[in-house]
């Protein structure tokens, strides 16, 4: 079965090209975590050796929270549990959901190419076992 953690650069450009100059954007997260956080060859400086995946992550959470209001680059919107889909293959199970927004793509990037978010990026690298992350631009109003 084939994992998702980080997005590829061929990805990345469509990102790019495709969101480049819509406004706000939200990154739709679903996650998966390990049983045990597993920080092997992952250079960090507080690993939380013994933990969860899901402790690891909400160490992440707490870190990368810091940052964006520090950075004031986008917002936490929502985050909770979930498990298998309603619609959508039953094959699929998801721990958690994540909604986070930004100001626009590009402060996206800026996030996440930051050297603040190197630092914590390994505690989510740790936490994962599989991920999806989805864009999703503000659409025209429909009524």
Do not use: C
């Not at 706000?24 to 939380?48: G, S």
């Not at 810091?66 to 909770?80: A, C, D, E, P, W």
């Not at 721990?95 to 100001?103: H, Q, S, T």
């Amino acid at each position: 079965m084939q994992t998702f953690i980080d997005p590829s650069e061929d990805a990345q450009m469509q990102f790019l090209s495709t969101y480049q100059q819509k406004g706000k954007i939200v990154m739709m997260n679903l996650i998966k975590f390990k049983a045990f956080a597993d920080y092997t060859n992952i250079e960090i400086e507080d690993p939380q050796i013994n933990a969860s995946g899901k402790g690891a992550y909400h160490h992440y959470l707490q870190a990368t929270g810091r940052i964006l209001k520090s950075t004031k680059v986008g917002q936490l919107l929502f985050y909770g549990k979930s498990s298998t889909f309603l619609i959508g293959p039953a094959t699929e199970q998801w721990d958690a959901v994540l909604m986070v927004e930004y100001r626009s793509a590009q402060h996206f990037l800026q996030f996440a190419n930051s050297e603040a978010f190197a630092k914590v990026k390994g505690h989510r690298t740790a936490a994962i076992e599989d991920s999806r992350l989805l864009p999703i631009a503000q659409a025209k109003k429909l009524w």
